[in-house]
């Protein structure tokens, strides 16, 4: 595709396909109502817009033929993306949230996310006075581009056994890094491969032989004047991935590395020149930065979501296959109820989690200010909050978006349908930045204790009041009886909480009675952990109809009880059918950032993929190299073969 | 990585990892009885071993590079393979057993396939005495490279709605091919863009300005001589995919392309010289070809969720993370139930999907026979059960799958973990040779009239008897009372046709209640549809607890049952997880076809996945050009401001 070609690609046509058009027109509420709601208000509207259009003025910013680019010039790209970020951020004086708006309109492409993300607030909570005199300002001007490299290639999870070490040596006043194993080399840290010159390494403190645990260094990686690897140090890319391939996630092996004794961070312990190792105990506010990046996941499986939801329903609205009866017009294939069933939950779920972020981010917010105040009281519900919430969101995400694609048929696996990449680049969110399994656990182990407070009648958190109202002998009967009862918002709750008490409860009792019967506690925790796993998902759960065993096992509901739960859902999901369109409408993607032959907002798909087709790499010539290389001799052989065939 | 170390990579080391050798001494079976079964027979095992000494002597189907591949260079990977192919079929007189082992050993790579298992096959079926004489010769020798074009843009479940025409020009004695409109292009067919010269075009015949609807048509679209198009064709690649891209799956636009009379497909159907139609009816063995194609997918299920499971099995044996106990050493993965959970249900499908796929292809080979000796009886089951088990089997090897890759941890989003790959090349089965909601639809249209049949007391299909026994008056309760009920196999079947039966008289009913209340008999069904569907999905359902819903909605189970069941089921997983690498090794997967650093048979993970990541393009040079494009000068005006603002 020309250049000029790429630029007017994803502007949206004035002519709109006629079924998509038809479907706005008979919206039941007005869209950029819903818009101001979304973005938070008619102002963030606005400055999104402006972003909008700054960022793709912007030609890298507009890649259309990303489709078929190669490793090399994804990762450039990406650099070239993020120092676009840089140079704004500090032209245009972006607060926070502008930076994380634009990085989504980049759509996360970005290379060096990190050194505003990690590098400059770890700099910023684990260096004394002294040592932020002295590198913030060359992280803040970006000589030093940074990273946070923390897990290695055997240790993810269990940060205990860690095997980096950084070994004081008096003499020279010095720390010498080393990663003594192949297990050892740090592996993962984004921007660690090529992009960095500086890491924050988190290594085993060993001073006179004695280990004092993990600490955090900051060690030069790579020269200041022409970028080649220092001495000791072998760094490098970890190699393509599923997707965000502009990241160049890397290893990192040191072998006798020397660091001054001053580039230990010293705000939280440190070692003086003489060698005595000082701990001024650990800062409470770790915690809830690694609780941020947690909940700023949930916001990432948010957008995810709903970009994969308004693929989804906007192709279903223009494609037309098959009819009921024979004879009638071609279906949209919206208004058949399988491909509701696949598409609509995207599209509610992507509504609950919007909002279930924006709760979350409200109680970090309180705890956070809390925390600053000294008072840590709410960390732990925070901390089973949120990481309950990001396990179970971006499993649902991830389960979501698979069904968004095999909504899009055989169209959502070309590259130019975009969802698969969106199906890609949303799969790590299961496993980074907490493991889901471990994460359920660590929630579990909390519910278990508000169990064990409830059962001797102590109070217990607040979001876990239903284990007293549940358990309380003159609990109302749950009254589903028709239809309109399973409308009813209360009786709902009173549904999941009824069948939550019961998962929970059912749980500790399980848990409870093998270590009773002589098992030991983390041989029986073990024993249990599927049903801990259930009880912790319990408050999210997407629909009863589609966790019906939950609901009919605890038992909360009666299987007539339940048929009409299903009957409701089916109803409910002919109404939400009606106003798909302008509901992902109102997430107002900008073409660019959905980057889908299929959603785009005019409808025009088909041309679209056509016209995608054009820059696939194979397409630069009418006859494919591969024709010279291979086939011709092969065609050219049978000639041969047929021609003396005919002549015998 | 140099040409030497590539050839050597695959290679097992004798140094095996010490926590997968000790799986494997403790095997309670032997693994070499069990491969033999899988392949058949020992002769089978024997027969696979040599043809994967043949291919891997090859250095092309051992490209440990294709991780960081380009697509063009891919796409070349794939047409070298399929000729190397061709020319050993030949060579060596494969059969069709061999090879498909021969595909499936190059892991279905291959851009050219189309030409065996489509392109001469449906000369020979369509083709009259005459035609098969003169093309088929010319496909065999590989003078025609061929492909079968019926999919369009807009247009893939329903046929009757293609839109390109072949117009009979009784002057020239010849058909007009043209694609009509956008929609009308071919798009999809594997082999079209690059490699084809020849096309079967599935076009709508027009004959006197009357349409006699589709036929096929051979077009030819290429050169013989030099490949370049053909006057009036436009064809090319339809771009990258989410895989599968050696295939060059093409589109064609044809403007008024002339072809001899002669190139209609005149089998079943005819235009004479003086433009009179003739049509001979059609042929059923066509409907068997359809279903032979679904049978094959399961089977590439089953091969797909081996591999996958391999994979998993294996790196859950060599990681080690956390402990459940703090000091002691950290745990096998595979040690955590919630692991368990994760990866034992893909390697008992595979196993339960490898048995399913042998029952249904005898099933098919008698039905078959059947139809050649003009008895089509059974084709209507056979069509269901395909329809439904094509259906159900990729829907769950999906999840399995992606399940496989989350048990992966972080590692398995890296290229070199193979299984992002294996995830992505599976992606398509839902969608291709019958969408799976269309197929799960018309499995249960046949499960309706069963039921209509049962209802008067006709006799049903064979494997439908139990719509018979579970509505019988005197049925025998369900017996579970205890652990070991649960483990009677009898007992389960029942369970199963229990619910079965319940689900689908279920769906009739509320389609027969509502037809009774006067909607259209159209609307009733679409209104009912998910309920059908999960009628459909009956008899494949890979646990209990899984579908818990099921169970105890229609109600078979007793929540007290129920919970019996699942205890049971976390016995029986402990069980097997004791064996779970013989269980694996049993497939006997060569490390090249599984191609996967986490999966590979020595387990030693961490050394191979360091080495494939030196292979990243981004390692070619220690600093990449990136920095001197973009970070340097970033970089440069950091330390430069630095400098200023020092001199203040």
Request: charged content about 20%; hydrophobic content about 40%; overall charge neutral.
């Amino acid at each position: 595709m020309a250049a000029a070609n790429r630029d007017a690609f994803w502007a949206p046509s004035s002519k709109v396909n006629p079924d998509l058009a038809r479907e706005r027109e008979s919206a039941t509420f007005d869209v950029r109502e819903l818009t101001h709601i979304i973005d938070g208000s008619p102002d963030r509207t606005k400055r999104r817009k402006e972003l909008e259009n700054l960022l793709y003025s912007e030609p890298v910013f507009r890649d259309v033929g990303r489709l078929s680019m190669e490793r090399d010039e994804i990762y450039e790209q990406g650099v070239l993306k993020s120092i676009k970020l840089f140079e704004w951020s500090r032209k245009y004086k972006w607060d926070d949230d502008d930076f994380e708006l634009a990085s989504r309109l980049a759509n996360h492409d970005i290379s060096m996310s990190l050194q505003h993300a990690m590098f400059i607030p770890a700099i910023e909570r684990l260096a004394s006075d002294t040592q932020k005199a002295k590198w913030l300002p060359r992280a803040l001007h970006y000589e030093m581009i940074g990273t946070y490299a923390q897990t290695e290639l055997g240790h993810g999870t269990n940060l205990m056994e860690l095997e980096t070490t950084a070994t004081f040596d008096p003499e020279r006043n010095e720390f010498i890094m080393n990663s003594p194993t192949v297990t050892s080399m740090k592996w993962w840290p984004g921007a660690l491969g090529k992009s960095s010159n500086t890491a924050i390494v988190l290594a085993q403190l060993i001073v006179k032989g004695k280990n004092h645990g993990l600490h955090p260094f900051l060690v030069p990686l790579r020269s200041m004047e022409d970028h080649t690897p220092l001495p000791g140090i072998s760094v490098g890319d970890i190699g393509p991935k599923m997707a965000l391939n502009c990241i160049d996630n890397g290893f990192l092996i040191m072998k006798n590395v020397r660091i001054p004794r001053e580039n230990m961070f010293m705000k939280n312990a440190e070692v003086t020149r003489d060698g005595r190792f000082i701990s001024r105990g650990v800062d409470k506010a770790n915690y809830a930065t690694m609780v941020l990046v947690r909940v700023k996941i949930t916001r990432w499986a948010f957008e995810s979501l709903s970009d994969g939801a308004t693929t989804a329903v906007r192709y279903s609205v223009v494609r037309r296959q098959s009819s009921l009866k024979p004879g009638e017009r071609e279906l949209q294939v919206l208004d058949y109820q399988s491909q509701q069933y696949k598409v609509l939950p995207a599209l509610a779920a992507s509504y609950a989690f919007l909002m279930t972020n924006r709760s979350l981010h409200r109680l970090y917010d309180s705890v956070h200010a809390d925390i600053m105040a000294g008072n840590t009281k709410l960390l732990a519900e925070l901390h089973c909050q949120s990481s309950a919430l990001k396990a179970y969101m971006s499993e649902v995400v991830v389960q979501l978006l698979e069904l968004c694609r095999q909504a899009c048929g055989g169209h959502g696996y070309l590259a130019s349908s975009g969802i698969g990449l969106l199906c890609a680049s949303s799969a790590p969110l299961v496993t980074v930045e907490g493991e889901n399994s471990v994460l359920y656990q660590q929630a579990a182990r909390y519910l278990m204790k508000q169990v064990a407070k409830a059962v001797v009648g102590d109070p217990v958190a607040s979001g876990f009041q239903y284990l007293l109202t549940q358990s309380s002998s003159d609990r109302p009967d749950i009254r589903i009886q028709n239809l309109a009862d399973c409308g009813n918002l209360d009786t709902l709750l009173q549904v999941y909480q009824r069948m939550a008490f019961s998962v929970v409860t059912g749980a500790a009792r399980k848990l409870q009675m093998a270590i009773e019967s002589g098992v030991e506690q983390h041989v029986a925790w073990n024993n249990n952990m599927v049903s801990l796993i259930q009880a912790a998902r319990f408050y999210a759960l997407h629909g009863i109809a589609k966790e019906a065993g939950y609901f009919l096992a605890t038992p909360t509901l009666t299987p007539d009880q339940f048929e009409l739960v299903r009957a409701a859902e089916l109803q409910a999901m002919a109404k939400v059918r009606h106003d798909a369109v302008p509901l992902v409408d109102a997430f107002d993607l900008h073409d660019i950032c959905l980057h889908s032959a299929l959603g785009c907002y005019d409808g025009n798909v088909y041309e679209r993929l056509y016209a995608l087709a054009q820059t696939s790499s194979l397409n630069k010539t009418q006859v494919h190299p591969a024709y010279y290389k291979h086939i011709r001799g092969l065609v050219k052989d049978g000639q041969k073969q047929l021609r003396q065939q005919s002549k015998l």
